[in-house]
């Protein structure tokens, strides 16, 4: 079986009712991003951050996948697929796809704040200030912020490096250390990205450009994956 590795971002999500990040200027919904998903702003106003995050908990929560993440998790019958994902809602998971790579942490987890390894699945569907971790430390959602580390991008690199086929869709690619990962495939391994306003991505041989959205190109595109590389 060939293997695809799957880079997605905000945009995927964007049809089934979530906000992307840097398509209204900066701000989600009305929260400045740096105030609200960096350590700095955790530090300055938890109350706020995990305001922030209890809405989108709850907003991922009611949202459903779309045709995009199940055309996703229908390539699993005829490739060995691995999305990375840079969202940090469960629609990949929803959709049915088993191999899922979270860059940037996962809404529906919580942790410690004195130990990033102290992670649990939540319960409910919010974190209160003063809910603590058994080591006595406040509770905070299981989210990489600016500012930290991406502890996942090791094990995403390798996966990107094998890939027969490499598949970016609904990322502007301005985040590092994630956008970067397009510079670990193999050159000879043909790279799509999909978007309905393309970011930049250095030229080079293999590299197709489709301008759509995820809802609509991806089953196309699963199609024809299916009929020409299986
Ligand atoms: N289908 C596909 N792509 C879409 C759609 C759609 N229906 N609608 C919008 N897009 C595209 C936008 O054109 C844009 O290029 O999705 C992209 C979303 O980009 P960002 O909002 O920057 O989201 P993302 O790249 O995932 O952000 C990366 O930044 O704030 C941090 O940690 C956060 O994981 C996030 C990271």
């Not at 908990?57 to 005829?78: F, I, S, T």
């Amino acid at each position: 079986m060939k293997k695809i590795v799957v880079l997605t971002g905000a945009g995927i999500s964007a049809e089934s009712g979530l906000s992307t990040f840097r398509d209204a200027g900066g701000l989600w919904e009305g929260y400045d991003i740096m105030e609200v998903a960096s350590i700095d702003g955790w530090r300055r106003n938890p109350a706020l951050v995990l305001e922030f995050y209890n809405m989108r908990r709850k907003a991922a929560y009611e949202a459903l996948p779309n045709d995009g993440h199940k055309a996703l998790a229908k390539l699993e019958k005829n490739f060995d697929v691995t999305i990375v994902t840079q969202n940090v809602d469960n629609l990949h998971e929803k959709a049915g796809s088993t191999n899922i790579i979270h860059l940037h942490g996962e809404l529906f987890k919580s942790r410690s704040s004195l130990d990033e390894h102290l992670v649990f699945e939540m319960k409910e569907l919010e974190i209160k200030l003063g809910d603590k971790c058994p080591r006595g430390s406040q509770l905070r959602p299981h989210i990489v912020w600016f500012g930290e580390a991406v502890p996942m991008l090791e094990t995403a690199a390798k996966e990107v490096m094998k890939a027969d086929i490499f598949i970016v869709v609904g990322t502007s690619l301005q985040v590092y250390p994630a956008a970067g990962l397009i510079d670990y495939v193999d050159h000879n391994t043909p790279i799509y990205v999909m978007d309905p306003k393309l970011p930049y991505v250095s030229p080079r041989a293999n590299l197709k450009l489709i301008e759509a959205k995820a809802a609509d190109g991806l089953p196309k595109l699963v199609e024809k994956l299916i009929l020409n590389f299986e």
